[in-house]
C-alpha cells in the first residue's frame, strides 16, 4: 500500500517536472531571462532542474516548489504553481496530476 502524505506526492510531481521540465506542465521564462544568450539560458535551466538546496527558509511547506540561483552576479528565482487543466483556476488536489496542470516560472529576482 502506497502510504504517501499529500505533500510528500506533491513534492515528488514537482521534483519530477523540475527535473524533466515536461512532464506535467509548462515552463514559462519572463522577459529577463528569455532575453538571455543561449549559453546563459542552457545553464540556468539546468540549474533549475539539478536544485537540491530547498531548506525550511525557501521551502516551508516541503514541496520542492520555489528555488533560488545564483548565476555570475544575478539571482534568479523559480516557483511552480499548480493549475486546473483548463489553466484558469487552481487546481483542486496539486497532489493529483489528472486535475492539475504545473507551471514552472524562472525568472530574475528583481522580476518577482
Do not use: W
Request: a negative charge; hydrophobic letters at 35%; one cysteine or more.
Amino acid at each position: 500500500m502506497n502510504a504517501y502524505t499529500t505533500t510528500e506526492k506533491i513534492r515528488r510531481l514537482n521534483d519530477c517536472f523540475r527535473r524533466s521540465m515536461a512532464f506535467g506542465g509548462s515552463v514559462m521564462l519572463t522577459t529577463g531571462v528569455a532575453c538571455l544568450d543561449s549559453q546563459c539560458k542552457a545553464e540556468l535551466l539546468e540549474q533549475v532542474r539539478k536544485f537540491d538546496k530547498f531548506t525550511l527558509d525557501n521551502d516551508p511547506h516541503g514541496e520542492h516548489d520555489f528555488g533560488a540561483i545564483d548565476l555570475g552576479a544575478v539571482t534568479y528565482f523559480f516557483k511552480i504553481d499548480y493549475y486546473d487543466l483548463s489553466r484558469t483556476v487552481g487546481s483542486p488536489d496539486p497532489a493529483d496530476l489528472a486535475v492539475t496542470h504545473r507551471v514552472l516560472t524562472i525568472m530574475r529576482a528583481d522580476e518577482y
